[in-house]
């Protein structure tokens, strides 16, 4: 599961890389996806929605079992 996570993560760093920021796996269990947002997106107040709106969304859609994704 962690290396589809990763392939479904890696589709979307570099819309984030264009802006400044990464995105960083941290760890895959129980349908839970722990990330941690770097650089620009660490700091910016639009990160939620982007966690949300964007990576969740992008997850889920590539992997079904996915339940959440949470930054830490």
Do not use: H, W, Y
Not at 31 to 42: D, F, H, N, S, T
Not at 52 to 71: S, T
Request: proline content about 4%; aromatic content about 2%.
């Amino acid at each position: 599961m962690k290396e589809k996570v990763e392939t479904s993560i890696n589709k979307i760093r570099p819309f984030l890389q264009r802006d400044g920021g990464d995105i960083e796996l941290i760890d895959v269990a129980d349908g839970v996806v722990k990330v941690k947002l770097q650089g620009a997106c660490g700091s910016c107040p639009m990160s939620m929605m982007t966690l949300k709106m964007g990576i969740e969304k992008q997850l889920k859609q590539d992997i079904p079992e996915i339940k959440e994704v949470i930054a830490i």
